[in-house]
């Protein structure tokens, strides 16, 4: 695998992650390894220092796949928030590669089909931390 680019993330949202794949059947958590390797090689913030070009948990950040070509516009969300139009939870493959990520960077992620995915952001619209919403 390539070199993944850093990736920060709030102290918030790592405590809330780590929470939610604690609470799963091992099976189901196993599933999630990628995104548990993620966490642990993270830079962790708090809230109140996270760049305003990271994405974060709520954040709405516009991407593009290398696979699909045009850009798309995601929430980043919690599976009990997931499933409405617009949003990608954090337990999805795409959801998992965005946490962390800075405007311009990109990441190799892979899908559950084996093959790999090329996401880059290209911006972030909204970012809790940065609009003041601590208490998400």
């Known amino acids: ?6 990736i920060t993330v709030s102290r918030l949202d790592l405590e809330r992650i780590e929470s939610l794949l604690d609470r799963m059947p ?3 958590a196993a599933a999630h390894a990628a995104l548990r390797e993620e966490l642990d090689r993270a830079t ?3 809230p109140t220092e996270m760049p305003r070009n990271v994405v974060t948990m709520n954040s709405t950040v516009r ?4 696979a699909g070509g045009e850009p798309t516009t995601m929430t980043l969300v919690y599976p009990g928030a997931a499933g409405k139009p617009g949003t ?11 946490l962390g990520l800075a405007k311009g960077k ?3 992620w892979p899908t559950p089909d084996g093959r790999k995915r090329r996401l880059t952001v290209l911006s972030i619209d909204y970012q809790p931390e940065a609009a003041g ?4």
């Open 63 to 66: 991407f593009t796949d290398e």
């Open 26 to 28: 091992p099976v189901q």
């Open 88 to 98: 990608v939870s954090i337990l999805a493959p795409v959801g998992s590669a965005l």
């Open 133 to 136: 919403d601590l208490h998400r």
């Open 106 to 108: 990109h990441i190799e």
């Open 44 to 46: 962790v913030l708090e």
């Open 1 to 6: 695998m390539s070199r993944q680019p850093a």
